[in-house]
């Protein structure tokens, strides 16, 4: 079956830019998840949805972070006012349910370059 | 803050070969941890996980192995094979962040034939 699928695969913007992100999550996943990936390092924790709402978003790293998940379904990370710093790998992942044990399976990511 | 972390940045095995990767974890309350494999340009990918509760789980050629007397994990990948070439990550969360989690910074398992 499908997996995780994130678009697009690549953006590069300038400073100051706004942009969007979109994960499309497994088919019937109820929790999505978005992490971050600088180089060489490991992912890093933006935010989780059970449904749609934000279940957690204690990861998000300041006010021009913004994500959504109107229906459930598919989720856009939005950043405003993009910084050099912004630049990284940005991964989604989806499990089947609510609960600790439930596998994340991650998408391949969007990769951000903002110059 | 607490954190996962790796004692091996890099790790050269011999095909055929076993391979072991560490992690140590900080965070005492850390009750679920799993890791992944990472290859180029993809994202991670599950291998394994294991609960608190338990000090070892078996799969398929890898066996993860949990001291949390001393908060350490380890994964160990028996005949490791060329496909076996990665990044490695380990994982943890907590019951009451479950949802979280908090990813070391990885260990590179380069296969020499």
């Known amino acids: 079956g499908a997996g995780v699928s994130q678009t697009p695969s690549n953006k590069v913007t300038e400073k100051g830019k706004y942009v969007e992100l979109r994960c499309d999550p497994i088919?019937?996943?109820?929790?999505l998840y978005w992490y971050r990936q600088s180089l060489g390092q490991g992912p890093e924790f933006l935010i989780y949805f059970q449904g749609t709402g934000a279940a957690d978003d204690s990861g998000l790293p300041n006010d021009r972070f913004f994500a959504v998940r109107p229906e459930g379904s598919v989720s856009t990370l939005k950043i405003q006012r993009t910084e050099r710093g912004d630049s990284a790998v940005y991964l989604c992942?989806?499990?089947?349910?609510?609960?600790?044990?439930?596998?994340?399976?991650f998408g391949p990511g969007t990769r951000l370059t903002v110059l | 803050g607490e954190s996962v972390g790796l004692h091996l940045p890099t790790l050269s095995v011999q095909e055929g070969d076993n391979s072991i990767i560490n992690c140590a974890y900080s965070n005492s309350a850390s009750d679920y941890f799993i890791w992944y494999k990472q290859e180029s340009g993809k994202g991670p990918q599950f291998i394994i996980d294991i609960r608190s509760n338990m000090d070892k789980r078996q799969g398929q050629r890898v066996t993860v192995l949990l001291n949390k007397t001393v908060k350490h994990l380890s994964l160990q990948i028996a005949a490791t094979q060329p496909g076996d070439s990665a990044v490695y990550f380990c994982a943890e969360s907590t019951t009451d962040s479950w949802g979280k989690l908090q990813f070391g910074a990885g260990t590179q398992v380069v296969v020499t034939p």
């Open positions: 992942a989806s499990s089947l349910g609510g609960s600790m044990s439930d596998t994340q399976y």
């Open positions: 088919s019937g996943h109820t929790a």
